[in-house]
């Protein structure tokens, strides 16, 4: 039994800055990698930023320097910080924890959240 949830989207203009939060809960027993990726309207989902258990850090060539992903293990949440903002941000984002969970077995896989909406105006 896992769920993710996502927080933190919302509208905000050019220049704006934006705080996307994850966190899983559930019978989790280890998190590996956590993601941030985003779907545009007419456009595949992206991965926009991942951070594994060691803290080692990637981003999509069109969000470096300006996001910023990071992750709490103790609260079982990652956080993706967005700065200078621009309209091309504009899309639902997405988290994603690759995680082993088990209570009486256990399975390992990913896990996808709902979604959040952001919305960047000119």
């Known amino acids: 039994q896992v769920e993710i949830v996502e927080s933190g989207g919302g509208l905000v203009q050019a220049g704006g800055s934006l705080r996307l939060s994850c966190t899983a809960s559930g019978s989790i027993l280890s998190i590996w990698?956590?993601?941030?990726?985003?779907?545009a309207p007419g456009k595949q989902?992206?991965?926009?930023a991942s951070i594994?258990?060691?803290?080692?850090?990637?981003?999509?060539?069109?969000v470096k320097g300006r996001f910023t992903i990071s992750r709490d293990n103790a609260k079982k949440t990652s956080y993706l910080q967005m700065d200078n903002?621009?309209?091309?941000?504009?899309?639902?984002?997405?988290c994603?924890?690759?995680l082993v969970s088990g209570w009486e077995h256990t399975v390992a896989g990913k896990f996808w959240g709902q979604g959040t909406q952001v919305t960047v105006s000119s």
């Open 33 to 39: 990698d956590m993601a941030w990726y985003r779907q």
């Open 45 to 48: 989902r992206e991965l926009v």
């Open 52 to 62: 594994s258990s060691s803290f080692n850090t990637n981003y999509a060539d069109s």
């Open 85 to 94: 903002l621009n309209p091309e941000d504009t899309a639902v984002y997405y």
């Open 96 to 98: 994603n924890v690759d």
